[in-house]
């Protein structure tokens, strides 16, 4: 992970260094930010690779961070740390645009990982932007906007990463565990986050006013995109 610039926003001194310790071992260049203000400040004045975020900073919570980030258009990965484990925690921190969400305590070794997989990830994600079209819904990877009937429809960024990746294999079966990779960078899937997947398939479905024949369901296996019309 050599040359890679990741900010930590953290008020736990005793956590904070300890992450700092590992990961610059690691070979990463590692910034630290003692609240959400001080980490937002770092953000919109420097260029970071990676961001790594308590939800439960003092001034901006982690939270806040990531909400004002994505609404300037600022889609540095984000890792939420924070000891807040509910199924409706993991859904808002994941809606309001973290790419993966790591629960207190956790290893070192697994943070290093989750961020290996980031990094990758944001390598990887090159290439000429497309405009799907598919029945009446149009979908435009570059403006992340979705359209059905001429009507712009409103999804989260991980509704839209869904949608994207089913529309990028159309026609073919896309299993939970390459959801699982793909939207949620690899995190173990477990009971949680099938829970996660499903609540983010309907609610997709619901906003596309799909009754499953657009998106459908491939029991035990996972979900597939296919045109409703002959």
Known sequence: MGNVRLLLIEDETQTAKAVVEWLESEGLSVSWALDGAQGLQRLRSDKFDVVVVDWMV?????????????S????????????????????????????????????????AARLRALIRR?????????????DDLEV????QT????????????????????LLRNANRIVSRETLAREVWNGMRRATPLDNVIDVHIA???RKLRDD????????????????VQP
Do not use: C, M
């Open 212 to 227: 499953q024949r657009l998106i459908r369901t491939v029991r035990g296996v996972g979900f597939i995109l296919r045109s």
């Open 203 to 205: 609610n997709l479905r």
């Open 72 to 111: 300037e258009g600022n889609k540095t990965p984000v890792l939420l740390l924070t000891a807040r484990d509910s199924l409706e925690d993991r859904v808002q921190g994941l809606d309001e645009g973290a790419d993966d969400y790591l629960v207190k305590p956790f290893a070192l070794a697994e943070l």
């Open 140 to 143: 435009s990877e570059f403006t």
């Open 146 to 165: 979705v359209r059905k009937d001429e009507a712009v429809i409103d999804l989260t960024v991980k509704e839209f990463e869904i949608l994207a990746l």
């Open 122 to 134: 944001g390598s990887h994600s090159g290439g000429s932007p497309k405009i799907w079209k598919i």
């Open 58 to 70: 003092p001034q901006l919570s982690g939270l806040d961070v990531l909400k004002i980030l994505r």
